[in-house]
């Protein structure tokens, strides 16, 4: 499998890769804490009501920590960088990323 984590949500409380760890299939992804609500703060409200025409009030899926398959890694790598890449040439969207 293949895991790629922001560094500053991560802590280990054992191996995740260690003897035991559930077997991957595809990809997964991880939701928000139903406190900690991205999607509704300053930084990333403009972007979904402005360039995608949507305001969520929902948790939603965190791509801060995706672990899958080598395939589906690569797969949700390209689509990723499609999106950026479209909202990058849009002078209404472009921002930085990080």
């Known amino acids: 499998p293949v895991l790629t984590v922001d560094v500053r949500d991560t ?3 054992q191996d995740p890769f260690g003897p035991g ?8 992804v991880f939701e928000e804490h139903a406190t900690q609500r ?10 979904f009501k402005t360039c995608k025409g949507i305001r969520l009030d929902q948790v939603m899926l965190c791509s801060g ?5 080598r ?10 960088h499609a999106e950026m890449k479209a909202w990058s040439l849009d002078p209404v969207c472009r921002f930085e990323f990080h």
Request: proline share 6%; glycine share 6%.
């Open 11 to 13: 802590f280990f409380q």
């Open 21 to 28: 760890s559930p077997v991957v299939k595809g990809l997964q």
């Open 38 to 47: 991205t999607h509704t703060h300053w930084l990333t409200d403009h972007p």
């Open 65 to 69: 920590s995706t672990i899958g398959t």
């Open 71 to 80: 395939v589906a890694m690569i797969k949700y790598f390209e689509v990723m």
